[in-house]
């Protein structure tokens, strides 16, 4: 039997400006595994938060594995408020471009979330690379996702988009 | 719904070559996405990956993380000619049956911007000789991809496949 389309955009957006927060609401549970690709930039210093459910509370918490161009380091966090992904700033700099993404299986399950994100920063003699899994310690669905600049914002051109991907 | 994930080209090598190349890209999806599957012929040579013939010599950069099994490293090479996965090819001598297997994700390849992308490729040989590499990589120019070159020194064993996907975001 043929499937029907198993990798389907759910929304997407480019920022014609600066925004303070991307955010996907109203995700359908029809789906197995939700993916987001995020191309970004940001108009000053700040650092990217995930967050799920609109749930700022500390069930988050990550393992990383980090590559900056000269020596390899992991760290980890607990009890946060948010993924905090990436763990570098992001560029600012004009035609720079941060790429992140982010698998979030299982979403609509009942169990914990496990979230596997990787980040792709290249400046032609800066910048890191990434992998990082991340636990969401709630049984609720997912159902939306904020993804916040930080302190600063993302600048235009930036892009977000989530797809739903079916296992059957 | 329209198909999203599309498979633009592919390639699964019945003789050994020394690259691979897709041309003539569409500018009609969102994202590009290279599934590899890969060997050598010779000697454990690495992978390259450049875009668009004619695009000007150092533009393209990466930033690499490497694990070989008994340790992580990263590295950084700027201004150069191609992208690397840098770690080498399963090289004949090589467990037999072994292969390089990666993705190469370039996103927004269709839009005036710089390019930037990430690559994944593993190694497994159940021997000494492994490898997992994560890259990201940008090229410093802004024209669309319209063609995706994918080569090794020594040559790419029979059975080594590559596919090209186009990902649409609505």
């Known amino acids: 039997m043929a499937a029907g389309a198993t990798y389907e955009p759910i929304a997407t957006t480019t ?154 | 719904m329209a198909n999203t994930y599309t498979l633009i080209a592919s390639n699964t090598l019945t003789g050994s070559q020394t690259s691979v190349t897709f041309s003539s890209i569409p500018s009609t999806y969102t994202d590009l996405l290279l599934r590899y599957s890969a060997r050598s012929t010779g000697a454990s040579l690495v992978l390259r990956f450049y875009t668009n013939s004619g695009t000007p010599a150092s533009t393209f950069s990466y930033t690499s993380l490497i694990g070989n099994g008994a340790a992580a490293s990263s590295s950084r090479n700027s201004a150069q000619s191609y992208w690397l996965d840098t770690n080498g090819l399963p090289a004949s001598t090589y467990t037999a049956n072994t292969f390089n297997n990666g993705d190469l994700y370039i996103p927004n390849y269709a839009v005036s911007a710089t390019k930037v992308a990430s690559n994944f490729s593993v190694t497994e040989t159940n021997a000494t000789t492994a490898y997992i590499e994560l890259d990201a990589n940008l090229k410093g120019t802004t024209e669309t991809v319209t063609q995706l070159y994918i080569e090794t020194a020594n040559g790419f064993a029979v059975g080594s496949s590559f596919y090209l996907y186009g990902i649409k975001n609505s």
Do not use: M
């Not at chain 1, 992140?100 to 990787?118: C, E």
């Not at chain 1, 051109?157 to 797809?163: C, D, E, Q, W």
């Open chain 1, 15 to 168: 920022l014609g400006s600066a925004a303070s927060t991307i955010t996907f609401s109203s995700i359908p549970s029809t789906y197995t595994d939700l993916r987001v690709v995020l191309v970004a930039r940001g108009t000053a210093t700040t650092y990217p938060q995930w967050i799920l459910n609109n749930d700022a509370t500390a069930l988050y918490s990550r393992t990383e594995l980090t590559g900056n161009g000269t020596a390899a380091s992991s760290t980890r966090g607990s009890a946060n408020s948010a993924f905090y992904v990436p763990n570098a700033a992001l560029p600012t700099a004009a035609n720079t471009f941060d790429l992140i993404t982010a698998d979030i299986f299982s979403y609509a399950g009942s169990t914990f979330k496990t979230v596997l994100f990787t980040d792709s920063t290249d400046l032609n003699g800066s910048g890191e690379v990434a992998a990082i899994v991340g636990l969401y310690r709630s049984t609720t669905a997912i159902s939306r996702v904020d993804i916040q600049a930080g302190a600063s914002t993302f600048a235009a051109g930036t892009t977000a988009t989530i797809y739903g991907i079916k296992a059957a």
